[in-house]
């Protein structure tokens, strides 16, 4: 499998994650993208024994985009903390059923993992194991039946965007887990991470990346994305 590579040096792998691949492995024994991606690079760079890839963050196995590996240690350690700060900046474009009542906003609630079903239900602010979790977002045009919007994360939470939208009254659409009164089986879910920004582990400098989702419904239909 081909995974474009957005950006690359010898301390960051920027990525575009392609749809229903896990990032890492899962129960599935599905092939992950990080085996995928330490493959490559042992191919391309012809190296000898194991090779070094850190994951810092993760994306939905359903979900596309932007992703960043770190290369060396050094890298996933300076990188982990940029995440734990909230100093690495990602933005997701979301098509949502229906429109929100503001046309931006921040939603702060707290979430619950299920683990046993992989599932995340928003809990009352005093739940002992709920995490608080932060996004902010920004319509950007609508239509009769969906809107896109602009989501940035404030946290990493499992399933984040997907809970506090479907909580707000618009699930995403194609959302299999948190959208089922709207969705139809076999819908890819439309939310794709689309720009990434972080400071380079040791130069210091900004890095940027951008990715696109295929023009494809429900990405053909706004003028924002073409």
Not at 22 to 41: F, M
Not at 73 to 82: G, T, Y
Request: charged content about 25%.
């Amino acid at each position: 499998m081909q995974v474009p590579i957005l950006y690359e040096d010898n301390h960051l792998l920027m990525v575009e994650k392609p749809v229903n691949i896990p990032v890492q492995s899962d129960q599935s024994r599905d092939k992950d993208l990080l085996t995928i991606l330490k493959e490559d690079i042992k191919v391309r760079y012809n190296k000898p024994g194991n090779v070094y890839l850190g994951l810092v963050h993760r994306l939905d196995r359903p979900v596309g985009g932007a992703m960043v590996f770190a290369k060396t240690s050094k890298a996933a350690s300076r990188l982990s903390d940029q995440v734990r700060r909230n100093s690495m900046t990602r933005k997701y474009y979301a098509v949502v059923h229906g429109k929100p009542s503001k046309e931006q906003g921040q939603l702060t609630d707290y979430l619950l993992k299920d683990t046993r079903k992989n599932i995340v239900s928003i809990v009352p602010s005093d739940y002992k194991e709920g995490k608080k979790a932060v996004l902010t977002y920004k319509v950007l045009e609508s239509n009769d039946q969906l809107s896109l919007l602009e989501v940035q994360l404030q946290t990493g939470r499992p399933h984040q965007i997907r809970v506090q939208l479907a909580g707000m009254g618009t699930p995403i659409w194609g959302d299999q887990k948190y959208g089922q009164k709207f969705s139809k089986v076999g819908q890819q879910i439309a939310l794709w991470a689309q720009d990434l920004s972080l400071e380079h582990p040791t130069k210091k400098t900004e890095v940027r990346v951008q990715s696109l989702p295929k023009q494809e419904f429900p990405w053909n239909c706004w003028e924002s994305i073409h």
